[in-house]
């Protein structure tokens, strides 16, 4: 059964510096999505992506979050200048379709990254 | 926009109990409505999901119901097992309204004793 996959599985980086979290979604998904978690909290929404350009973005998705599918198979979460509050999981999901089609509104979810900020 | 509550937080259960697990939603435009199990240091994974036409729906040990009017859900497993025992998050999501954003509340810790 296809899954998403995420790489790294941890990272630790320096405050301030530039982090590159990648997800390859599944194949025959169209909508694209970064949730974040942090350590022992609810999943949080950060945003969307559809057809090379953002859907939607929730309030943590300020000026240092970019997101960017580079060619036909990954999808890339940049936080430009990391601070010690974006320490959490962070999970890239996809589904078929999202809006409209309802069947296939199944998000599937990534195993995460833990990025760890010091 | 959706703000998605609920309860309980923990929930401490004997093998062979049922659960319940309640869910309210604010945006009585969301229209889907899944249920994710997480287990420890795992990936949040679909178990059940409701969308806003339907009342109720059942999978073999696991029932999810819909009341549009009072915007409530509920999680029900019944014979529950050791396995079941991890963190359960519901979510609401509007599927035509916005790209299917998932706005998740904030889990129960379910705890199954043998």
């Known amino acids: 059964e296809p899954e998403v996959t995420q790489t790294p599985s941890h990272q630790v980086t320096q405050m301030g510096q530039e982090v590159i979290l990648r997800c390859v979604p599944i194949s025959n998904h169209l909508y694209f999505y970064w949730y974040r978690q942090i350590l022992g909290q609810k999943v949080e929404f950060l945003v969307s992506f559809y057809n090379n350009e953002i859907s939607e973005k929730s309030e943590i998705f300020d000026d240092q979050f970019s997101v960017e599918r580079p060619d036909g198979s990954n999808f890339t979460l940049k936080i430009r200048s990391t601070k010690l509050e974006d320490s959490a999981m962070y999970f890239c999901?996809?589904?078929?379709?999202?809006?409209?089609?309802?069947?296939?509104?199944?998000?599937?979810f990534g195993p995460g990254t833990r990025l760890t900020v010091l | 926009g959706e703000n998605v509550e609920q309860h309980p937080s923990t929930l401490s259960v004997q093998e062979g109990d049922s659960a319940v697990i309640k869910c309210t939603y604010s945006d009585s435009a969301s229209n889907y409505f899944p249920w994710y199990k997480q287990e420890l240091g795992k990936r949040p994974q679909l178990i059940i999901d409701?969308?806003?036409?339907?009342g109720e729906k059942k999978d073999q040990r696991i029932a999810v119901t819909l009341n549009k009017t009072a915007k409530h859900f509920s999680l029900h497993i019944t014979e529950t097992q050791p396995e079941d025992s991890a963190v359960y998050f519901c979510a609401a999501s509007n599927y035509g309204g916005s790209q299917g954003n998932l706005i998740f509340g904030k889990g129960t810790k379910l705890s199954v004793k043998p």
């Open positions: 999901a996809s589904s078929r379709s999202g809006g409209g089609a309802v069947a296939y509104n199944e998000q599937f």
């Open positions: 409701i969308r806003s036409n339907v």
